[in-house]
């Protein structure tokens, strides 16, 4: 299972939100792109990145500093944050992104979506943002009327590169992943599936880990030192998904 160290920039800084809330911010760092390289020397080999503003504002708001980033390390990296029109998905990933991450046109258009993997196969990611059982949208500020299942039969077919699941009531509130559910999905999906939201400890993504999924974002953990990204890696790298 990758461990997905995650960049979130908001304003051009690195930072956390809890919650996915703009009012419960910590800033980590005022580059973003340092951000990346320190964790491309702590042994990365994925990363997750974020324009915040973008999410919160329905068009990318970073975009030449997430540009910059993926320029300026290896590490492969996935690349969301408002994301609803081809032209800037086209941009990031000329610009090296590995793939580009959708979640509320996803929801809003399944049309567009399916026609964008069809010409990106592979390289198109969905990011299932949960609250409460239903998937949440704008910048996780709105909630529709879709269950992750309902995405799932939505998109099926669509040459996808994998399904982002995140609990939003959990991410940056270090109280633990909700593994059940991550579980669920990812026996439902006939994609990779990455977890998210609410990792605090070894343990956690050892339980993670059990379920056979192919990644886990961590971000407040690793920023608050609970856990070095070696010592991640260490913790799952022997474990075996359950039969």
């Not at 999410?55 to 492969?76: D, H, Q, S």
Request: charged letters at 25%; hydrophobic letters at 40%.
């Amino acid at each position: 299972m990758l461990v997905i160290p995650a960049v979130d920039i908001r304003g051009g800084k690195c930072v956390r939100l809890r919650q996915g809330k703009a009012a419960e911010e910590t800033v980590f760092g005022h580059d973003p792109v340092e951000i990346a390289r320190h964790w491309e020397r702590e042994g990365a080999e994925y990363l997750h990145v974020v324009d915040l503003d973008g999410a919160f504002g329905g068009t990318p708001r970073n975009l030449e500093i997430v540009k910059k980033l993926v320029r300026a390390v290896p590490v492969k990296t996935e690349v969301g944050g408002g994301l609803r029109a081809e032209k800037e998905i086209q941009g990031l990933l000329e610009a090296g992104a590995d793939r580009v991450i959708v979640g509320t046109r996803a929801v809003e258009s399944v049309e567009w979506v399916r026609e964008l993997a069809a010409k990106y196969p592979g390289r198109v990611a969905i990011g299932v943002d949960v609250r409460e059982g239903m998937v949440a949208t704008h910048g996780w500020v709105k909630t529709s009327e879709l269950t992750p299942t309902d995405m799932l039969k939505m998109l099926a077919g669509a040459p996808l590169a994998a399904y982002i699941y995140t609990d939003v009531l959990r991410d940056g509130m270090n109280t633990g992943p909700n593994v059940a559910a991550i579980e669920r999905f990812a026996k439902a999906s006939p994609h990779p599936v990455i977890g998210s939201g609410g990792v605090s400890s070894l343990e956690d993504l050892r339980r993670l880990a059990r379920t056979g999924i192919h990644g886990v974002v961590v971000g407040r953990a690793l920023y608050d030192r609970r856990f070095t990204l070696a010592e991640a890696k260490e913790a799952v790298s022997p474990i075996r998904p359950k039969a």
